[in-house]
């Protein structure tokens, strides 16, 4: 139900078309209520606006760092994928990792379990087959790997 404008009220039109009213300390607020799932925790809270995605200050902070994490690791495979030949037969995992976006975690265990075949050339350099990984990760598209 809307109510008439009286006083100090001011009606703002916008896309969304919203009542402002001016509070006692002539700030505006709005007469409507969002009710939002906290990205971080997953509690739910009222949105103080329409950009409103954390319930706290805390949770902002955790989700600042937590994009800005995910924002530098994509560098990093980006200088690593750029850096990897064509032709190049086997990777590191850490290659791997870059190019078939899993985790090492995981490459290690198709290793152990012995769906991936690899190739130890010392401490830290363990080495698979792109072609292997494929067909193990069942990545279709996930590389062009055409020998020149």
Request: charged residues 25%.
């Amino acid at each position: 139900m809307e109510r008439p404008l009286i006083g100090d009220e001011v009606s703002l039109i916008c896309p969304y078309v919203l009542l402002w009213v001016l509070n006692s300390n002539n700030m505006p607020t709005a007469q409507y209520e969002i009710k939002r799932k906290c990205k971080c925790c997953g509690a739910i809270f009222l949105a103080k606006s329409l950009d409103s995605y954390y319930c706290s200050r805390a949770c902002s902070n955790k989700g600042y760092k937590q994009r800005n994490a995910l924002k530098l690791q994509r560098e990093r495979w980006d200088k690593v994928i750029g850096e990897i030949p064509d032709k190049r037969d086997y990777i590191s995992v850490t290659e791997a990792e870059a190019v078939f976006g899993v985790c090492a975690k995981t490459i290690r265990r198709l290793i152990n379990s012995g769906k991936v075949s690899s190739i130890n050339l010392g401490q830290r350099l363990t080495r698979v087959r792109k072609s292997e990984l494929i067909t193990a990760l069942s990545f279709k598209n996930a590389w062009n790997f055409q020998s020149a």
